[in-house]
Nanobody, 115 residues
Framework: QVQVAESGGGLVQSGGSLRLSCAISGRARDYKTGATKWLRRAPGKEREFVAGIYWTDESTWYADSVQGRFTISRDDAKNTVSLQMNDLRPEDTAVYYC??????WGQGTQVTVSS
């Protein structure tokens, strides 16, 4: 069974940075052929895609709203996926979730950006 745990959320001022981490445990073959994504849910809104990465070739893709500010990366040895978030804005406030291979969810980590 694959387990997912996010960390790194917190309170930051507008323009600041945070780095989220998604730690994955379980059999690597159960998820390393696919992608791991970050999604977020802001208060009163639907959950939305933020960024994704494929384990095999490290190809990445981003939502337009975070392109150029956020960077997703993976550490194959540590089985982690990180999301470096720079130039944070109040509209980035949300609970951030890690989704592994479109099947395995973490509990989420809160990011709050004050203006």
């Amino acid at each position: 069974q694959v387990q997912v745990a996010e960390s790194g959320g917190g309170l930051v001022q507008s323009g600041g940075s945070l780095r989220l981490s998604c730690a994955i445990s379980g059999r690597a073959r159960d998820y390393k052929t696919g992608a791991t994504k970050w999604l977020r849910r802001a208060p009163g809104k639907e959950r939305e895609f933020v960024a994704g990465i494929y384990w095999t070739d490290e190809s990445t893709w981003y939502a337009d709203s975070v392109q150029g500010r956020f960077t997703i990366s993976r550490d194959d040895a540590k089985n982690t996926v990180s999301l470096q978030m720079n130039d944070l804005r109040p509209e980035d406030t949300a609970v951030y979730y890690c989704l592994v291979d479109s099947k395995f969810w973490g509990q989420g980590t809160q990011v709050t950006v004050s203006s």
